[in-house]
């Protein structure tokens, strides 16, 4: 099998296992992967699958109008193939290739009686195109109602915006170089990419591509973070020496951010999930950062906590995420509406367990990549009611739209994520 065969077979399989399995991307994706040798063929088969699933609404009402017959149950291979083909046309990839190798992708799949069906719907895809389809389409009817309700005036561009491959962000180390100098490197190795004023150490890639070709990054000089998530630190702006917990810390991006701009910070980095924690140490370790890791539920105090109050809490806590979803389209899959109830809930119990950890005047930082109202500023609004000694200290414009009691990023907002980020001072 060739390597662009072989491609086409990988993402077939990833979106078969996310779209009629019910596998997460994040867990499709880490199995299909590794099966690639070459860096080049696993960022070519995430961006297929990405695209695909950023696009399956319109793609399979496509499908559905241009078959002769529907396919059965037990074509979810066959359905992946053809989802998969019509995104490489979609991604704008050259067209001989991807049609030639999707169609051989069929035969590798033992859809030898069907290859001539997949080139000929291909081909009318390259002739005439693929319908356009509205991008609320995408969304559960009862998600896309409530982003209407929270969001009425700026729906339609979240829906829109999250249909469109994201930028590559990236953090700058500044122990190790400054960002004009990481710049240079980019520069010298072909890639464009563009400061952001308001972010001290973001650098903006427009097009995204494998993390084995930025330079340094395995020696630790730059990280991939998105330019709201970079926003957080400087909403905390711990003083020097602060004693700082990082509730929910996996990946770690947000520690890391905050021990790379000073190295007298004390910080603790917790998660609940073994398996990320140990991730979020081996990136800690490529960043060459001494942080006190450790696998522990943030909202039972009791089982990890020294007695010793935190002058900075941060609480990046789980939520619905779609703020999120033009990099992580299954939400739009995998998302039920009692979700959100059992989100919101978790969310209160984190503020109630670690507002008494926090040392007086003291910061605390709430954060989500969620849009919806309910986790956000409705979170913030109903713990500042019961908490006496909970002051919401105002952030500005660029953290997004102030909603009275948080500011909200929207996604596509400045080429960022949509994330919300409310700051709350004790006395």
Avoid at 117 to 140: F, I, Y
Avoid at 203 to 217: H, N, S
Wanted: aromatic content about 4%; overall charge neutral.
């Amino acid at each position: 099998m060739s390597d662009g065969v072989a491609t086409r077979v990988a993402a077939a399989h990833a979106l078969d296992d996310v779209l009629h399995r019910g596998r997460s991307l994040k867990a499709a994706l880490g199995a299909t992967l590794p099966q690639l040798d070459d860096p080049r063929d696993r960022a070519l088969v995430e961006a297929i699958v990405l695209a695909a699933l950023r696009q399956r609404v319109r793609f399979n009402t496509t499908l559905d109008g241009w078959m002769p017959r529907p396919l059965g149950q037990r074509d979810g291979d066959l359905r992946a193939l053809l989802l998969a083909g019509l995104a490489q046309l979609d991604m704008g990839l050259p067209a001989h290739a991807a049609l030639a190798a999707t169609v051989e992708a069929a035969r590798a799949l033992k859809r030898t009686h069907q290859a001539g069906m997949v080139n000929a719907l291909l081909r009318r895809a390259q002739r005439e195109g693929v319908p356009a389809a509205e991008a609320r389409s995408a969304w559960p009817g009862w998600l896309a109602r409530q982003v209407e309700i929270d969001w009425p005036v700026q729906a339609a561009d979240i829906f829109a915006a999250s249909a469109q491959p994201a930028p590559l962000w990236l953090r700058v180390n500044r122990r190790w170089i400054g960002r004009d100098d990481y710049l240079a490197l980019l520069r010298e190795a072909g890639i464009d990419a563009t400061a952001d004023a308001t972010l001290a150490d973001a650098l903006r890639l427009d097009t995204a591509l494998p993390v084995q070709q930025l330079p340094g990054f395995d020696a630790g000089l730059v990280s991939v973070q998105d330019g709201a998530a970079q926003a957080v630190a400087d909403a905390l702006a711990p003083a020097a020496g602060a004693r700082i917990l990082d509730a929910c810390a996996a990946p770690g991006g947000k520690a890391a951010q905050l021990a790379e701009r000073d190295d007298t910070l004390r910080i603790t980095a917790l998660d609940v999930d073994a398996r990320r924690v140990r991730r979020m140490q081996d990136t800690f370790t490529r960043l060459r950062l001494e942080i006190d890791t450790r696998c522990a539920d943030a909202a039972n105090p009791d089982s990890w906590w020294d007695d010793t109050s935190f002058d900075a809490i941060l609480i990046d806590a789980p939520c619905s995420a779609t703020g999120i979803v033009r990099r992580q389209p299954d939400v739009l899959l995998h998302r039920r509406e009692a979700d959100i109830t059992a989100l919101c809930g978790t969310q209160a119990h984190l503020l109630d367990a670690l507002w008494p950890l926090l040392a007086p005047g003291g910061t605390l930082v709430y954060a989500t990549c969620s849009i919806l109202r309910a986790e956000n500023a409705a979170q913030v609004e109903a713990f500042l009611a019961r908490t006496p000694d909970a002051i919401l200290k105002p952030l500005d414009a660029r953290f997004g739209h102030d909603t009275g009691s948080g500011h909200q990023r929207l996604p596509g907002e400045a080429g960022r994520d949509g994330f919300f980020c409310a700051r709350l001072k004790k006395p």
